[in-house]
């Protein structure tokens, strides 16, 4: 909880404002607020915006690439295949060390939320206690909220009692993963026994849903279903949903008010769905993201998630939640500049809606939690993903980058915009 005095900041809208933080929260923007006794930082007429959060992660898994081996074919199911050789290996201090070090790089990159999801297959629980150790380890820093995810399915794997224990021991949600249980019908049964157990502990649910190419893979029907039944409305998000971009037009027009009405976040996670899905295609290839610019269109609340870095599903990555929205926009072609602005918006505050982050945004009244872009507005952000020049959390200032540029006087023209490149 710290006072900290940003001077001349770039708003949304290009409005210049100065921002006063007292304690920890923003208590007061002006054009101009006259220089204090406290730490004063100036943006000089750099963007403001709050925090990245990323809504769908999975940092027990992440920076594990080519342990024991590298994923050949580079589908879901290999991936999967891949994470049960790599189990028996793990140990509460790799864990630990791994999901710190990506912790770091989240915060040297802005993201100050995100929400991971963490597996319970396996009896002894060690990825549960290694996250729940994280989360308490980086809290000052990283809201991280812990989603109990049966990866190896409730139903296939016998993990029922397995997800009672870990939200028994602190995690927080509730996860599913209906598409992978051995039948259609056990994918239904298993999202009723997971609604049913969230909606008797008061507890949110965001389950992997229809992660396939398959148009008929639509467990998210059930999932609205129960919802509605449970009256869980608000509290649920429906991640991945890729069997979306596959489905038929005709029934997309009759479950996207069914979701409206369950009231679903949607957390598309463009990166390892542009990677993953498709794989079974020729030519033409499906691009597999789910049907974003409609589902915005349609009043559902949208996020992207980083989903993986280095792990069994996906090679690249430095979690930077600004590529995640360069990749999206891209893959939906959202490049209107209302849907450029959306993309932004999809890794800040919406998904801060969809896990309920509390004072979140860059308003009086609100946590002093906010990132320096070398950059103007949200747009130039994703076009550039430029250095964070300040990370800053309750006020005071978590990492910071020295601001680059180069000076290629071209023909002589200022090109200062332009010039400006992404610190790599
Ligand atoms: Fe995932």
Not at 404 to 416: A, H, I, Q, R, T
Request: neutral net charge; glycine residues 6%.
């Amino acid at each position: 909880m710290s006072d900290l005095l940003i001077k001349n900041a770039l708003l949304r809208g290009k409005k210049k404002n100065d921002i006063l933080i007292q304690k920890g929260m923003i208590v007061d923007i002006q054009q101009k607020i006259d220089n204090i006794d406290i730490p004063i930082i100036d943006a000089d007429n750099h963007f403001v915006c709050p925090p990245f959060v990323d809504s769908h992660f999975h940092l027990d898994a992440t920076l594990s690439y080519g342990i024991p081996r590298v994923n050949q074919s580079g589908t879901l199911l290999e991936g999967i295949k891949l994470w049960g050789e790599l189990k028996p290996h793990l140990t509460i201090d790799a864990l630990k060390k791994r999901a710190l070090n990506l912790c770091h790089w989240a915060i040297a990159r802005g993201t100050l939320a995100i929400r991971t999801h963490v597996d319970i297959s396996d009896p002894t629980l060690l990825a549960v206690e290694a996250m729940l150790d994280i989360k308490k380890e980086v809290k000052d820093w990283i809201d991280l909220q812990l989603v109990a995810f049966p990866q190896d399915g409730l139903l296939r794997a016998n993990s029922v009692e397995n997800l009672v224990r870990a939200l028994d021991m602190g995690v927080d949600i509730v996860g599913g993963i209906p598409h992978f249980e051995r039948t259609m019908t056990d994918g239904t049964e298993s999202i009723t026994t997971l609604c049913e157990i969230a909606s008797a502990r008061s507890l949110m649910i965001d389950m992997h849903c229809d992660e396939s190419d398959d148009p008929m893979s639509r467990h998210i029907e059930t999932l609205c279903k129960e919802t509605i039944r449970l009256g869980l409305k608000g509290q649920v998000a429906g991640s991945h949903l890729t069997s979306m971009h596959s489905m038929d037009n005709y029934y997309v027009s009759k479950l996207l008010p069914l979701m409206n009405e369950a009231e679903i976040s949607v957390i598309a996670n463009p990166l390892i769905n542009i990677t993953l899905q498709g794989r079974h295609d020729t030519y033409p290839k499906r691009r597999g993201m789910t049907r974003v610019p409609e589902q915005i269109s349609a009043g559902l609340n949208v996020s992207f998630g980083h989903d993986c870095v280095m792990d069994p599903w996906y090679p690249l990555g430095s979690h930077d939640m600004l590529d995640v929205a360069h990749m999206a926009l891209h893959v939906a072609q959202m490049t209107g500049q209302r849907q450029m602005e959306q993309c932004f918006d999809a890794i800040t505050y919406n998904p801060a809606k969809t896990l309920q982050l509390q004072k979140y945004g860059v308003q009086k009244g609100c946590k002093g939690d906010l990132v320096v872009l070398q950059c103007r507005d949200p747009i130039e952000a994703i076009r550039l993903r430029p250095v964070r020049l300040y990370v800053i959390k309750r006020g005071k200032i978590i990492s910071s980058t020295k601001p680059v540029s180069y000076d290629l006087n071209l023909s002589g023209k200022n090109f200062e915009t332009d010039l400006i490149f992404r610190n790599q």
